[in-house]
């Protein structure tokens, strides 16, 4: 069945109040309503309502399976919900709060939705840095669940555009607050056995996380191969996301690697699949743009800047769909700071097709 999706277009940093309270009272009713956070877009719903939250799962295709990250406006909200922060996390939430970090917690039982948790006894909390998404859900009057605001498997939105293309008529409404700026989700993490486990890296780094931290307490990082739970404890853990709708084989190196084995390897795949028919597509970065023969080749952000990498790579990923493209290399970037989210989604875009040299 589809919907009329209303959008509203408001200031990112200085909200019209009015707007956000039309937005905020189809959330009060149960609808489901887009909006922006620092890191992508995100579909909200009522987090205590099963029938709010059913919506989301419905408009995203999304796994039922696949828990839900839960937004709030102020921290005083944490404890009515989960139980308390013992030190180590209240230490992160000092630090990053608000902003991109999500903290998985005990959640208070018969407080939200058992469909938000997806089962288990935890939940994922998090504070955004943005003006229209604390203010919407201040004026809500609810916690808001809301994963990222596209169709499930799809590219994260980091426009409203993004939005419309994938879930127009499907959702309640969308406020358009520009571009975001982080441009991948946030980090998620449980501190848990004397350690903080990063469950998902995002726009927190490992490093950031460690100088919050006593030395005594470690950081452990979830390695690519351990990322597929059979019951995911956060989103991002289990299914393919991030995908564009061509084929995308991702080529990474190892330490030692030289880059022009890395860009021959890709050129090799791409030539083989123009042979084959295809469309082709490389997603690069802006000190190789020059170096591929291709018919779309995009650059995205540059190495020796990888914020910017972060921020264009979903709209990256989009601008192949738009191109027709049915087949992508994609170079691998190093896996430091932010690098490591950014290696984490092209991993899922390219749903196990990997090239290592």
Same mark, same amino acid.
């Given at each position: 069945?589809?919907?009329?999706?209303?959008?509203?277009?408001?200031? $990112?940093?200085?909200?019209?109040?009015?707007?956000?309270?039309? !937005?905020?009272?189809?959330?009060?009713?149960?609808?489901?309503?887009?909006?922006?956070?620092? @890191?992508?877009?995100?579909?909200?719903?009522?987090?205590?309502?099963?029938?709010?939250?059913?919506?989301?799962?419905?408009?995203?295709?999304? #796994?039922?399976?696949?828990?839900?990250?839960?937004?709030? !406006?102020?921290?005083?909200?944490?404890?009515?919900?989960?139980?308390? #922060?013992?030190?180590?996390?209240?230490?992160?939430?000092?630090?990053?709060?608000?902003?991109?970090? @999500?903290?998985?917690?005990?959640?208070?039982?018969?407080?939200?939705?058992?469909?938000?948790?997806?089962?288990?006894? @935890?939940?994922?909390?998090?504070?955004?840095?943005?003006?229209?998404?604390?203010?919407?859900?201040?004026?809500?009057?609810?916690?808001?669940?809301?994963?990222?605001?596209?169709?499930?498997?799809?590219?994260?939105?980091?426009?409203?555009?993004?939005?419309?293309?994938?879930?127009?008529?499907?959702?309640? /409404?969308?406020?358009? $607050?520009?571009?975001?700026?982080?441009?991948?989700?946030?980090?998620?993490?449980?501190?848990?056995?004397?350690?903080?486990?990063?469950?998902? &890296?995002?726009?927190?780094?490992?490093?950031?996380?460690?100088?919050?931290?006593?030395?005594?307490? &470690?950081?452990?990082?979830?390695?690519?191969?351990?990322?597929?739970?059979?019951?995911?404890?956060?989103?991002?853990?289990?299914?393919?996301?991030?995908?564009?709708?061509?084929?995308?084989?991702?080529?990474?190196?190892?330490?030692?690697?030289?880059?022009?084995?890395?860009?021959?390897?890709?050129?090799?795949?791409?030539?083989? !699949?123009?042979?084959? $028919?295809?469309?082709? $597509?490389?997603?690069?970065?802006?000190?190789?743009?020059?170096?591929?023969?291709?018919?779309?080749?995009?650059?995205?952000?540059?190495?020796?800047?990888?914020? @910017?990498?972060?921020?264009?790579?979903? !709209?990256?990923?989009?601008?192949?769909?738009?191109?027709?493209?049915?087949?992508?290399?994609?170079?691998?970037?190093?896996?430091?700071?932010? /690098?490591?989210?950014?290696?984490?989604?092209?991993?899922?875009?390219?749903?196990?097709?990997?090239?290592?040299?």
């Amino acid at each position: 069945m589809t919907i009329e999706t209303m959008v509203w277009e408001v200031d $990112g940093q200085h909200p019209d109040p009015e707007k956000l309270q039309e !937005a905020a009272q189809l959330l009060r009713q149960g609808r489901t309503v887009a909006f922006p956070t620092e @890191t992508v877009y995100g579909l909200g719903a009522d987090a205590c309502s099963s029938e709010a939250v059913a919506g989301i799962f419905s408009a995203k295709g999304r #796994p039922s399976d696949n828990p839900l990250i839960v937004h709030i !406006a102020d921290r005083s909200q944490l404890e009515e919900l989960a139980a308390p #922060p013992d030190e180590a996390v209240s230490r992160l939430l000092d630090a990053f709060w608000p902003g991109p970090l @999500t903290v998985v917690l005990p959640v208070r039982p018969g407080v939200l939705s058992p469909l938000v948790t997806a089962g288990l006894s @935890t939940v994922g909390l998090r504070m955004p840095d943005h003006p229209v998404a604390l203010q919407l859900i201040a004026a809500a009057g609810c916690p808001v669940a809301a994963p990222s605001a596209n169709r499930s498997g799809r590219p994260s939105p980091t426009q409203a555009a993004h939005v419309l293309e994938d879930l127009e008529g499907r959702i309640g /409404g969308i406020v358009d $607050g520009g571009e975001t700026g982080v441009g991948v989700e946030s980090t998620v993490v449980e501190y848990a056995g004397g350690a903080l486990h990063i469950l998902r &890296p995002g726009g927190i780094t490992l490093e950031q996380l460690r100088q919050a931290l006593p030395p005594h307490i &470690p950081v452990l990082e979830a390695s690519p191969e351990h990322q597929e739970p059979s019951a995911p404890r956060a989103p991002g853990m289990k299914y393919a996301h991030y995908a564009p709708r061509g084929a995308l084989l991702l080529v990474q190196g190892r330490q030692g690697t030289a880059p022009e084995q890395i860009l021959a390897r890709m050129q090799r795949e791409l030539d083989e !699949a123009r042979a084959r $028919g295809e469309r082709t $597509g490389v997603l690069t970065y802006g000190e190789y743009a020059g170096a591929f023969r291709a018919d779309c080749v995009v650059a995205c952000g540059r190495l020796d800047d990888l914020e @910017t990498v972060a921020q264009g790579l979903y !709209a990256a990923l989009r601008e192949f769909d738009e191109a027709g493209v049915g087949f992508i290399t994609a170079q691998a970037c190093p896996e430091e700071g932010i /690098g490591a989210a950014i290696m984490n989604r092209l991993r899922k875009a390219a749903g196990g097709r990997i090239v290592t040299l």
